[in-house]
Protein backbone atom coordinates (compact mmCIF):
# COMPACT_ATOMS: atom_id res chain seq x y z
CA UNK A 1 0.00 0.00 0.00
CA UNK A 2 1.46 3.36 -1.28
CA UNK A 3 1.73 6.19 1.61
CA UNK A 4 2.16 9.89 1.05
CA UNK A 5 2.83 12.18 3.35
CA UNK A 6 3.21 16.35 2.26
CA UNK A 7 5.33 18.83 4.02
CA UNK A 8 6.37 22.32 3.51
CA UNK A 9 3.22 23.91 3.65
CA UNK A 10 2.66 27.11 5.45
CA UNK A 11 2.05 30.76 5.95
CA UNK A 12 3.87 33.12 3.65
CA UNK A 13 2.99 36.63 1.73
CA UNK A 14 1.97 37.27 -2.07
CA UNK A 15 4.93 37.28 -4.32
CA UNK A 16 7.13 34.52 -2.01
CA UNK A 17 8.19 30.82 -2.36
CA UNK A 18 7.51 28.38 -1.24
CA UNK A 19 8.45 24.14 -1.67
CA UNK A 20 6.51 21.05 -1.32
CA UNK A 21 7.47 17.63 -0.57
CA UNK A 22 5.40 14.77 -0.51
CA UNK A 23 7.41 11.50 0.52
CA UNK A 24 6.07 8.26 -0.72
CA UNK A 25 6.59 5.04 0.86
CA UNK A 26 5.36 1.44 0.39
CA UNK A 27 5.95 1.26 -3.32
CA UNK A 28 7.93 3.51 -5.82
CA UNK A 29 7.17 6.61 -7.62
CA UNK A 30 9.55 5.38 -10.36
CA UNK A 31 7.19 4.57 -13.20
CA UNK A 32 4.02 6.05 -12.21
CA UNK A 33 2.14 8.99 -12.80
CA UNK A 34 2.09 11.76 -9.87
CA UNK A 35 0.19 14.91 -9.36
CA UNK A 36 -0.49 17.86 -7.38
CA UNK A 37 -3.99 18.92 -6.45
CA UNK A 38 -5.64 21.71 -4.18
CA UNK A 39 -8.70 22.22 -2.69
CA UNK A 40 -9.67 25.95 -1.30
CA UNK A 41 -12.51 26.29 0.96
CA UNK A 42 -15.94 25.63 -0.45
CA UNK A 43 -14.28 24.84 -3.91
CA UNK A 44 -13.58 21.67 -5.90
CA UNK A 45 -10.59 19.94 -5.91
CA UNK A 46 -7.81 21.30 -8.56
CA UNK A 47 -5.66 20.03 -10.85
CA UNK A 48 -2.49 21.52 -10.40
CA UNK A 49 0.32 19.83 -12.24
CA UNK A 50 0.97 16.60 -13.26
CA UNK A 51 4.31 14.56 -14.20
CA UNK A 52 4.78 10.84 -15.28
CA UNK A 53 9.06 9.86 -16.45
CA UNK A 54 8.62 12.36 -19.09
CA UNK A 55 7.69 16.61 -19.59
CA UNK A 56 5.33 17.46 -16.93
CA UNK A 57 1.05 18.72 -17.66
CA UNK A 58 0.35 22.31 -15.89
CA UNK A 59 -2.67 23.91 -15.39
CA UNK A 60 -2.74 27.71 -16.76
CA UNK A 61 -2.64 28.48 -12.83
CA UNK A 62 0.71 26.62 -12.80
CA UNK A 63 2.32 27.96 -16.00
CA UNK A 64 5.31 30.55 -15.42
CA UNK A 65 5.52 30.02 -11.77
CA UNK A 66 4.89 26.33 -10.60
CA UNK A 67 6.85 23.32 -11.07
CA UNK A 68 7.57 19.70 -10.67
CA UNK A 69 9.89 17.40 -10.29
CA UNK A 70 10.29 13.97 -9.46
CA UNK A 71 13.55 12.69 -7.23
CA UNK A 72 13.61 8.80 -7.58
CA UNK A 73 16.44 8.51 -5.41
CA UNK A 74 14.43 9.86 -2.31
CA UNK A 75 11.32 8.19 -3.83
CA UNK A 76 9.70 12.18 -3.52
CA UNK A 77 7.51 14.34 -5.50
CA UNK A 78 8.60 18.35 -5.13
CA UNK A 79 6.28 21.31 -5.99
CA UNK A 80 8.27 24.48 -6.42
CA UNK A 81 5.45 27.62 -5.95
CA UNK A 82 7.07 31.10 -6.84
CA UNK A 83 5.28 34.36 -7.14
CA UNK A 84 2.40 33.35 -4.93
CA UNK A 85 -0.72 34.64 -5.11
CA UNK A 86 -3.82 34.89 -2.44
CA UNK A 87 -5.47 33.23 -4.80
CA UNK A 88 -3.01 30.18 -4.46
CA UNK A 89 -4.20 29.78 -1.07
CA UNK A 90 -5.33 25.87 -0.37
CA UNK A 91 -4.96 22.96 0.98
CA UNK A 92 -2.28 20.70 -1.30
CA UNK A 93 -2.67 17.18 -1.74
CA UNK A 94 0.18 15.02 -4.03
CA UNK A 95 -1.89 12.08 -5.50
CA UNK A 96 -0.37 8.93 -7.62
CA UNK A 97 -2.10 6.65 -10.57
CA UNK A 98 -1.26 2.95 -10.82
CA UNK A 99 -0.39 3.79 -14.25
CA UNK A 100 1.94 5.55 -16.29
CA UNK A 101 -0.44 7.93 -18.15
CA UNK A 102 -0.72 11.42 -17.01
CA UNK A 103 -4.70 12.38 -15.86
CA UNK A 104 -5.75 15.86 -14.94
CA UNK A 105 -8.44 13.69 -12.73
CA UNK A 106 -8.55 13.60 -9.53
CA UNK A 107 -11.11 10.48 -9.57
CA UNK A 108 -8.37 8.73 -11.70
CA UNK A 109 -5.45 8.83 -9.05
CA UNK A 110 -5.05 5.90 -6.24
CA UNK A 111 -3.20 7.39 -4.01
CA UNK A 112 -3.63 10.12 -1.70
CA UNK A 113 -1.67 12.24 1.08
CA UNK A 114 -3.38 13.62 4.00
CA UNK A 115 -2.60 17.56 2.46
CA UNK A 116 -0.89 20.80 3.56
CA UNK A 117 -1.74 24.17 4.07
CA UNK A 118 -0.51 26.71 2.16
CA UNK A 119 -1.83 30.56 2.73
CA UNK A 120 -0.61 33.57 0.97
CA UNK A 121 -1.44 37.22 2.65
CA UNK A 122 -2.28 39.85 0.24
Known amino acids: QVRLVESGGGLVQAGSSLRLSCAAS????????MAWFRQAPGKEREFVLS??????WYSDSAKGRFTIAKDITKNTLYLQMNSLKPEDTAVYYC?????????????????WGQGTQVTVSS
Open 51 to 56: ISDGSP
Open 26 to 33: GGTISGYA
Open 95 to 111: AQRSSFSISTRAAEYDY
